[in-house]
């Protein structure tokens, strides 16, 4: 042509960007794997990640950290690109490792974004966690003492010590710090599905570790500012104290015979009617004489008003004989009363 003249010697620079054969599988090196690794991701797993992802020739297209968030994904499920699903798959909480992906098994021949058609692509990824979603709790316990009779249940008040953090070491929270126990009444929906399942059947004095999936703790959302979406959580728990409920429905009970009159008991003045402030005054005072026990670590007066409004049938703030009854007296009625 009119560039090229006949007969010419022709020189060429050239630079190597990448090369792949169209029979190249992925490509991975381990960067690190934990000394400790009880369980490999596989076909179906969450995974948090972080990633650098750049071409062969080291050009940058994106980074997890620049947005200082992690890339969360099920794998081997085509979600991610095939190189991707491929890589992420065997690796271990914790693990870097860099998995190198022919175009194929990447954005092909269009490319998509930063990224130019038919480029081979680096990822260095480091797995922060993974669960599956048909995860339970797990529960490992670290001591537990010789007398180890009376077990934790639903509807007794705990009071424990904990260490939060995520998989990877993370600190969340601690109340050692704070210097003050958590206390909570076991099953009333007061702390994470997870975390009521990891407080069942502990003794007083006893340390656990509590691992607990996203979806049994703060799910894909989180708590802004505090617990990243979609993370697992260990509680390393030690329980120091533990007052026993009552038998679930109740909120309050007698430790002894009831009263034949009770009604006329807690009528002070005897004219047929018992308002709010009779009905607290009595049951303070069966509390205080040791008479009766009321469902530890609610609010008092909250527990008291709650008993008196569903004994208060028509809702006029008084409770006549007629409408006053004892739970086993109560035609299947589910209430909290006496």
């Given at each position: 042509?009119?560039?090229?003249p ?26 690190h794997?934990?000394e ?23 050009t940058?297209f994106?980074?997890?950290y ?31 490792r ?12 269009e490319?998509?974004?930063k ?44 009071k424990?010590?904990y ?22 009444v ?45 993370a ?37 003045n ?17 509390v ?27 809702g ?13 007296q ?9």
């Amino acid at each position: 042509g009119k560039e090229i003249p006949g007969q010419a010697s022709l020189v060429f620079d050239v630079v190597l960007l990448d090369l792949h054969n169209p029979k190249d599988g992925i490509t991975i090196e381990n960067q690190h794997v934990p000394e400790s690794c009880e369980r490999r991701s596989q076909t179906g797993d969450f995974l948090r990640y972080h990633y650098n992802g750049t071409l062969l020739d080291g050009t940058l297209f994106d980074s997890s950290y620049s947005r200082n968030r992690t890339y969360d994904t099920y794998v081997g499920k085509g979600y991610v690109i095939a190189g991707m699903d491929e890589g992420l798959l065997g690796v271990c909480t914790g693990e870097k490792r860099r998995i190198i992906i022919p175009p194929h098994l990447g954005y092909g021949e269009e490319g998509r974004g930063k990224i130019p058609g038919s480029a081979v692509l680096v990822f260095d990824i480091h797995v922060v966690d993974f669960h599956n979603p048909s995860d339970s709790v797990s529960i490992t316990v670290n001591y537990k003492p010789s007398n180890c009779t009376v077990l934790s249940k639903k509807g007794d008040y705990l009071k424990y010590h904990y260490n939060a953090s995520l998989l990877d070491g993370t600190l969340l929270d601690s109340t050692h710090s704070l210097g003050k126990t958590y206390n909570i009444v076991l099953g009333s929906g007061q702390v994470v599905v997870g975390m009521d399942m990891g407080l069942q059947d502990m003794c007083v004095g006893e340390r656990r570790t509590v691992v607990i999936p996203p979806h049994l703790g703060y799910g894909e959302d989180g708590v802004e500012g505090e617990v990243p979406g979609s993370a697992v959580l260990v509680f390393d728990i030690e329980l120091l104290e533990l007052v026993s409920g009552l038998p679930e429905g109740y909120m309050f009970v007698w430790n002894g015979e009831v009263s034949p009159n009770l009604f006329e008991e807690i009528d002070q003045n005897h004219d047929g009617e018992v308002l709010l402030e009779e009905f607290s005054e009595y049951i303070q005072a069966q509390v205080d004489s040791g008479k009766g026990k009321l469902a530890p670590g609610f609010d008092f007066e909250k527990i008291v008003k709650n008993m008196f409004t569903n004994q208060d049938r028509d809702g006029n703030g008084k409770v006549t004989a007629e409408e006053f009854k004892l739970k086993d007296q109560e035609a299947k009625e589910e209430h909290d009363e006496l």
